[in-house]
């Protein structure tokens, strides 16, 4: 069973930096895009950031030049790094994964359970 476990959540002051991580175990093939997606109080789940299998990279425009997606595929691992976080970062952060888990199986999407990441201000 494929899973997406995540980590590095917190609480965090404004400015400040945190580090999220996101490992995909389980019977896979392969993976192709790997991206993070948050969910603010009371919004809708929105796009972070995505990479690729090949490294390219895209972001959102209120996180471009503060948060750095990438990915280690031997680990099957996603990074986020965030850094001079603001209070409006505040939400829930989700890995998501779209893989197959068999050579000519179709791409699957799998997400991971969530993490918090608060700052204040």
Known sequence: QVQLVESGGGLVQAGGSLRLSCTVSGSIFNI?????????????????????????TNYADSVKGRFTISRDNAKSTVYLEMNSLKPEDTAVYYCNADLRERPLASLSEYWGQGTQVTVSS
């Not at 603010?40 to 299998?53: C, D, F, N, W, Y």
């Open 32 to 56: 192709n895009d790997m991206g993070w997606y948050r969910q603010p109080p009371g919004k809708q789940r929105e796009l972070v950031a995505i990479i690729t299998s090949g490294g390219s």
